[in-house]
């Protein structure tokens, strides 16, 4: 089993800047690749970035490149996703999920999910 509890969502003005964190547990969490999904009132869940806790892969939704970062800190079991440049269509609850794949940008395929956490953007 794998435990993933998000924080650090909130709300902020477009522009603005909010970093959430992950925080996974879990005797085989780190075989996993964390990604981050985000859904909106009255859409589906999407994919915004994924990373694995070693190497170098990382990938992201078009979106969201170059204004959010995904990074993982393998002494703190903790991935982060930094998000600068914030737009009233960034607001969403964004989940953590671990995923046994690569690239894991497909929510049918998440082993498991975060209880999520909310960011609203603004304007």
């Known amino acids: 089993q794998v435990q993933l509890v998000e924080s650090g969502g909130g709300l902020v003005q477009a522009g603005g800047s909010l970093r959430v964190s992950c925080a996974a547990s879990?005797?085989?969490?780190?075989?996993?690749?964390m990604a981050w999904f985000r859904q909106a009132p009255m859409k589906e869940r999407e994919f915004v970035a994924g990373?694995?806790?070693?190497?170098?892969?990382?990938n992201y939704e078009d979106s969201v490149k170059g204004r959010f970062t995904i990074s993982a800190d393998n002494a703190k079991n903790t991935v982060y996703l930094q998000m600068n440049s914030l737009k009233p269509e960034d607001t969403a609850v964004y989940y953590c999920?671990?995923?046994?794949?690569?690239?894991?940008?497909?929510?049918?395929?998440?082993?498991?999910w975060g209880q999520g956490t909310q960011v609203i953007v603004s304007s």
């Open positions: 999920a671990a995923v046994s794949r690569w690239p894991p940008g497909d929510a049918r395929l998440v082993n498991y």
């Open positions: 990373i694995m806790w070693i190497g170098d892969l990382i």
């Open positions: 879990g005797h085989t969490f780190s075989r996993y690749a």
